[in-house]
């Protein structure tokens, strides 16, 4: 396969002739390459044309609730890193779901319960029990958490939770080691797995992504790419997303470390990722700033984040505890629904219900 630098107009528009949403290594190399940021226009359309084959004028919405920002890592680029002072929550049963009433009320029947490595905590009892509080309140509860045993996630299932969200950070294993030093997370083949355990205990969605920032883009896509096409083949019944979560200023984390990755190239990646995987969720959050989320729904993105807090019990206390990030397109929930509407596409609260599983 050819690096990137060596790519020319031949294997970009072979790429681009190839069957749309078919994938192999060479594929995503040409769309993600230097040259081929002359043909994103075009890319864009076929990508747009492609997505709404598969899953029409739709985007769908959610919200995170974080649930507890203690942490036993120490993740370089993360606000919640444990050797950061400040004062740390972590929100009780009855908390959660006061904050869960809130996004309830909202029109969200899609939530994402959020937490840092706390597993003393934020056990998968306590999950357990969260999940059949809000059972009756949103018909899909996914969870971005700390990895878990195959044996753990197919608890959580039972319970009623059905997404798991868990991102490799970066493919790198020498970048890993760096941002990671120390803790559980530290462990990059451990932290590779966590897919195959997610999967292996039945559950509905997977969420893969790299955070954008920590090294290569081009690299982390294409490692990204053989990931998602290995969990496919292996895990047909499993649904497997991706999200592109670039670096976000947080607290006592200096930015200057990181690699600039611009809204072109997110552009071209999300559209390249698109065009080789026709099925994929594509998941983007309020990290972005708004003026580029209203473009990224038109080219292939799925699902979207609104009105997000990054704090635990950020709903009801705002700038009451450390948030994990700042978000950047603070618009509501009821904004960022008219603004889907504006544009076409019709804004998804609820597309699934565990009775659908059920005998």
Not at 246 to 270: E, G, W
Not at 299 to 305: A, E, F, P, Q, Y
Request: aromatic share 10%; charged share 25%.
């Amino acid at each position: 396969m050819k690096y990137p630098s060596e790519i020319n107009n031949s294997d970009i528009e072979r790429a681009m002739n190839s069957p749309a949403g078919s994938y192999s290594p060479e594929k995503l190399a040409a769309l993600i390459s230097p040259t081929a940021e002359g043909y994103l226009e075009e890319m864009a359309q076929m990508a747009r044309q492609l997505t709404m084959q598969r899953f029409g004028k739709t985007v769908r919405l959610y919200a995170p609730l974080y649930l507890s920002n203690y942490c036993v890592n120490n993740c370089v680029y993360c606000g919640f890193n444990k050797e950061n002072k400040y004062e740390r929550r972590r929100l009780t049963i009855e908390q959660a779901v006061k904050e869960a009433d809130i996004i309830a009320s909202e029109g969200f029947r899609d939530i994402l319960l959020v937490s840092s490595e706390d597993r003393e905590f934020i056990s998968v009892d306590y999950l357990c029990e969260l999940a059949g509080r809000l059972r009756g309140k949103f018909s899909s509860i996914s969870i971005e958490v700390y990895q878990m045993t195959t044996e753990e996630y197919a608890k959580l299932f039972a319970a009623g939770i059905e997404g798991v969200t868990l991102y490799q950070e970066t493919y790198d294993r020498d970048v890993y080691r760096q941002y990671h030093p120390a803790g559980p997370k530290a462990d990059y083949d451990y932290r590779l797995s966590a897919p195959d355990s997610i999967a292996q205990a039945g559950m509905r969605e997977i969420g893969i992504g790299a955070l954008l920032g920590l090294s290569d883009w081009r690299l982390e896509t294409l490692a990204l790419g053989e990931h998602a096409h290995y969990l496919m083949k292996r895990y047909w019944k499993s649904r497997v997303s991706f999200s592109f979560p670039r670096l976000r200023p947080a607290k006592n984390v200096d930015r200057a470390q990181f690699r600039f990755l611009s809204d072109k190239n997110l552009v071209q990646m999300i559209i390249a990722l698109r065009l080789c995987f026709a099925d994929a969720g594509m998941v983007l959050s309020t990290r972005e700033r708004a003026e580029l989320r209203d473009h990224l729904i038109e080219v292939g993105i799925t699902k979207v984040s609104a009105g997000s807090k990054t704090s635990p019990g950020g709903y009801s206390q705002p700038r009451n505890a450390a948030e994990q990030f700042e978000i950047d397109d603070a618009r509501s929930p009821a904004e960022v629904a008219e603004m889907i509407r504006a544009h076409g596409f019709e804004p998804v609260w609820k597309d699934w219900d565990i009775a659908f599983v059920k005998r």
